[in-house]
């Protein structure tokens, strides 16, 4: 079945750590997104890229970077210069503008 | 005034009842409409989307479009128990941009 993999679906960062959560979709989507939702918040947007080798920032981009090199994944860090980062990280894919995302099963990100 | 607003609630209907959950949207060139519902802990799932203005029907749920009146609209028809989730309302702006309202928590009571 098609879908998005998010893994871990866990994790605890320690002060001052960099850590990777992964993200991989076999949808053939050209669009990947990741956003961050906080306890009875909203969605917010770190990073999107609509093809590989290209992303853009989102609206609360700082301390985290991205990367695109294949069309399936779509990894986000998560980096010691980000000083609030627990959260709920979703990452999204959709296969044009104007359609849908499918969302990934999600990773909690815990600062201990 | 928030791009896209939602009443957080909790909205609360007896089972077997119209659900009603509603959004509005302050781009007037905005093109395309979805609802997403987030059950407690999981990831949101896209239920409906919606084009273009009037009704659309997908089993129990209808999504209707006002374009003139910058409204869109949910409505869970015989709600069920497993209907109570947060459900959020997404809008794609002129400029090509998602942006999802904060959601309404809806409770379904037995």
């Known amino acids: 079945d098609g879908g998005i993999t998010q893994s871990p679906k866990y994790l605890f960062r320690k002060e001052g750590q960099n850590v990777t959560l992964s993200c991989e979709q076999n949808?053939?989507?050209?669009?990947m997104y990741w956003y961050r939702q906080d306890p009875g918040q909203g969605l917010r947007l770190i990073y999107y890229?609509?093809?590989?080798?290209?992303?853009q920032k989102g609206d609360i981009a700082e301390g985290y970077s991205v990367s695109r090199e294949k069309k399936e994944s779509f990894p986000l860090t998560v980096t010691s210069a980000q000083k609030n980062p627990t959260a709920f990280y979703l990452c999204?894919?959709?296969?044009?503008?104007?359609?849908?995302?499918?969302f990934g099963s999600g990773t909690r990100l815990t600062v201990v | 005034q928030k791009e896209v607003e939602q009443n957080s609630g909790p909205l609360s209907v007896p089972e077997g009842a119209i659900a009603s959950l509603n959004c509005t949207y302050s781009?007037?060139?905005?093109?395309?409409f979805f609802w997403y519902r987030q059950y407690s802990g999981k990831s949101p799932e896209l239920i409906m989307s919606?084009?273009?203005?009037g009704d659309k029907e997908d089993g129990r749920f209808t999504a209707q479009l006002n374009k003139a009146s910058q409204y869109v609209s949910l409505l869970i028809r015989d709600s069920q128990p497993s209907d109570s989730a947060t459900y959020l309302c997404?809008?794609?702006?002129?400029?090509?941009?998602?942006?999802f309202g904060a959601g309404t928590r809806l409770f379904v009571k037995a």
């Open positions: 999204a894919s959709s296969n044009r503008e104007n359609y849908g995302y499918t």
């Open positions: 949808l053939n989507h050209d669009a």
């Open positions: 890229s609509q093809i590989v080798n290209d992303f």
């Open positions: 781009d007037r060139v905005s093109q395309s």
């Open positions: 919606i084009y273009s203005n």
């Open positions: 997404a809008v794609i702006t002129g400029g090509f941009k998602t942006i």
